[in-house]
């Protein structure tokens, strides 16, 4: 059984039989046939050879008389009619045998083309109901396809939309803490200020003060020690950032395209022959657009599922690593701040302590001086105190030496006198050396006093610099919650 648009070769369709010559055919019922049925132009997409004569070819009949013939096999030669010439009196050209066979021959052809158009009818019947089944069975089987199509698609779609709300959670989660980290970062900045302010007040250090004690070391540490916690931080922002964008976005895109792809199939599962918007698209069976067989296209989706995956993982491993930053971060800038707060403390108990042994040197070299200045009075009281005495043995020696002649004698007042000038003068000498000394001593004892009250002011300086100026900064340090974000 041929299919649409393919030229009948069914046995029943037996060609059309010669209508006789004799008599003209009577086709009075062909016009009631004719345009019984409008002209619909078919779509050219069946894969079948286009033959445009095969459809709806309307049947015309023009009947033409046959050829006078003089001899006639049915007849007998005695019965056979005169020729034209011959006639005399009749008009008759046909005999009734000949108008009686011409019936017979037209009943004959008629049955016969009834016959074959019934048996037509019952084939075109049977291969109509044939197609009609065959159509919607395929047509069954394309929506039953889409139908599967859309089941596919759906499924991969909410493995998509699990994965991405996954992904989402693990981005906002990581993006807390990224957050978290980034005012941790900030939070470092004041002790790292008040770190570096420190430094720069101790420079104002004077004299032997400026040494590179241990708090200088712990506070050069402790710079350190927040830069380096500064750095880390920075290169885990800088991974949080690029971290999770790239495979989220594919997630998006692909669902997004499974989105559009599942509308479009379900509209085309649910489309049926009395659905509007349908139409013919004469040649799209001939255009493969198609870039994916159904093995490629569940790869593609299930390897985005597999990245995020794995991407999640990572971006799960940089929080810990995150976490444990911010916690080690703050409980090693915490265990520095003590460290320096108890070197300042250890410094200021010491420059105190010198302070005050230097008070109170000062107040004894004070006294001393004191002592010293009134010892030195009372020398030179003593040796005011002797010049009488010196000028009264003088004075009696050189009266003794107007002596006349030979009472100049040398008696026991004689050596006496000079013993006495010789004493008192020693005795002044004496006074006179030891007044120096003590001047001297007391001029050691004013640059003493003056060392110590340099001194004094340095260990005040530095007093007042470590303990007024560099621990009022630290007292306040942000706490454990806020060096964590």
């Given at each position: 059984?041929?299919?649409?648009?393919?030229?009948?070769?069914?046995?029943?369709?037996?060609?059309?039989?010669?209508?006789?010559?004799?008599?003209?055919?009577?086709?009075?019922?062909?016009?009631?046939?004719?345009?019984?049925?409008?002209?619909?132009?078919?779509?050219?997409?069946?894969?079948?050879?286009?033959?445009?004569?095969?459809?709806?070819?309307?049947?015309?009949?023009?009947?033409?008389?046959?050829?006078?013939?003089?001899?006639?096999?049915?007849?007998?030669?005695?019965?056979?009619?005169?020729?034209?010439?011959?006639?005399?009196?009749?008009?008759?050209?046909?005999?009734?045998?000949?108008?009686?066979?011409?019936?017979?021959?037209?009943?004959?052809?008629?049955?016969?083309s009834?016959?074959?158009?019934?048996?037509?009818?019952?084939?075109?019947?049977?291969?109509?109901?044939?197609?009609?089944?065959?159509?919607?069975?395929?047509?069954?089987?394309?929506?039953?396809?889409?139908g599967?199509?859309?089941?596919?698609?759906?499924?991969?779609?909410?493995?998509?939309?699990?994965?991405?709300?996954?992904?989402?959670?693990?981005?906002?989660?990581?993006?807390?803490?990224?957050?978290?980290?980034?005012?941790?970062?900030?939070?470092?900045?004041?002790?790292?200020?008040v770190?570096?302010?420190?430094?720069?007040?101790?420079?104002?250090?004077?004299?032997?003060?400026?040494?590179?004690?241990?708090?200088?070391?712990?506070?050069?540490?402790?710079?350190?020690?927040?830069?380096?916690?500064q750095?880390?931080?920075?290169e885990?922002?800088?991974?949080?950032?690029?971290?999770?964008?790239?495979?989220?976005?594919?997630?998006?895109?692909?669902?997004?395209?499974?989105?559009?792809?599942?509308?479009?199939?379900?509209?085309?599962?649910?489309?049926?022959?009395?659905?509007?918007?349908?139409?013919?698209?004469?040649?799209?069976?001939?255009?493969?657009?198609?870039?994916?067989?159904?093995?490629?296209?569940?790869?593609?989706?299930?390897?985005?599922?597999?990245?995020?995956?794995?991407?999640?993982?990572?971006?799960?491993?940089l929080?810990?690593?995150?976490?444990?930053?911010?916690?080690?971060?703050?409980?090693?800038?915490?265990?520095?701040?003590?460290?320096?707060?108890?070197?300042?403390?250890?410094?200021?108990?010491e420059?105190?302590?010198?302070?005050?042994?230097?008070?109170?040197?000062?107040?004894?070299?004070?006294?001393?001086i004191?002592?010293?200045?009134?010892?030195?009075?009372?020398?030179?009281?003593?040796?005011?105190?002797?010049?009488?005495?010196?000028k009264?043995?003088?004075?009696?020696?050189?009266?003794?030496?107007?002596?006349?002649?030979?009472?100049?004698?040398?008696?026991?007042?004689?050596?006496?006198?000079?013993?006495?000038?010789y004493e008192?003068?020693q005795?002044?000498?004496?006074?006179?050396?030891?007044?120096?000394?003590?001047?001297?001593?007391?001029?050691?004892?004013?640059?003493?006093?003056?060392?110590?009250?340099?001194?004094?002011?340095?260990?005040?300086?530095?007093?007042f610099?470590?303990?007024?100026?560099?621990m009022?900064?630290?007292?306040?340090?942000?706490?454990?919650?806020?060096?964590?974000?």
């Amino acid at each position: 059984m041929g299919l649409v648009g393919s030229p009948l070769t069914s046995t029943f369709a037996h060609p059309r039989s010669i209508p006789t010559k004799f008599l003209p055919a009577i086709s009075t019922l062909a016009s009631s046939y004719q345009n019984r049925v409008p002209h619909y132009p078919l779509p050219q997409s069946f894969s079948l050879p286009w033959l445009p004569d095969a459809y709806y070819k309307t049947a015309s009949s023009f009947p033409t008389l046959a050829p006078f013939s003089p001899k006639f096999p049915d007849l007998p030669p005695g019965k056979k009619l005169p020729f034209v010439s011959n006639r005399t009196s009749l008009c008759t050209r046909y005999t009734p045998e000949d108008w009686n066979l011409s019936n017979l021959t037209n009943y004959r052809g008629s049955e016969a083309s009834r016959r074959d158009a019934e048996a037509l009818r019952a084939d075109t019947s049977r291969m109509l109901q044939d197609k009609h089944q065959q159509t919607k069975k395929t047509q069954e089987e394309s929506t039953k396809s889409l139908g599967s199509r859309v089941n596919d698609i759906g499924f991969w779609k909410g493995e998509l939309s699990r994965e991405l709300e996954a992904m989402i959670g693990e981005t906002n989660a990581l993006t807390e803490l990224k957050e978290r980290m980034e005012r941790a970062l900030a939070e470092t900045e004041a002790p790292l200020q008040v770190a570096q302010e420190c430094l720069l007040h101790r420079e104002k250090r004077m004299g032997i003060d400026l040494v590179h004690d241990e708090v200088e070391k712990q506070l050069l540490a402790e710079v350190d020690l927040i830069r380096s916690c500064q750095e880390r931080m920075k290169e885990s922002l800088d991974r949080a950032r690029g971290q999770l964008r790239g495979a989220q976005q594919e997630l998006e895109r692909d669902l997004a395209h499974k989105q559009t792809a599942q509308q479009i199939d379900d509209k085309c599962h649910h489309l049926r022959d009395t659905s509007d918007g349908i139409s013919y698209y004469r040649g799209v069976e001939q255009i493969d657009a198609t870039i994916s067989v159904p093995e490629s296209w569940a790869k593609f989706t299930d390897s985005n599922i597999l990245l995020s995956q794995g991407e999640r993982a990572s971006s799960a491993k940089l929080r810990d690593s995150m976490e444990n930053l911010l916690e080690v971060a703050a409980q090693e800038m915490w265990r520095q701040f003590n460290e320096v707060n108890v070197a300042f403390t250890n410094r200021i108990a010491e420059t105190a302590d010198a302070k005050n042994k230097i008070q109170s040197h000062l107040a004894k070299t004070l006294q001393e001086i004191f002592q010293l200045e009134m010892k030195i009075e009372s020398i030179r009281k003593g040796i005011r105190d002797k010049e009488p005495a010196l000028k009264v043995a003088q004075t009696r020696l050189e009266n003794r030496t107007r002596r006349p002649h030979v009472e100049l004698c040398r008696d026991s007042a004689q050596l006496r006198l000079v013993n006495e000038v010789y004493e008192l003068d020693q005795t002044i000498q004496t006074l006179q050396q030891r007044l120096r000394d003590a001047e001297e001593s007391l001029q050691v004892l004013a640059r003493a006093k003056v060392v110590l009250e340099h001194d004094l002011a340095i260990k005040a300086n530095s007093l007042f610099l470590d303990q007024e100026k560099c621990m009022g900064m630290r007292r306040s340090f942000p706490s454990t919650a806020r060096l964590r974000g």
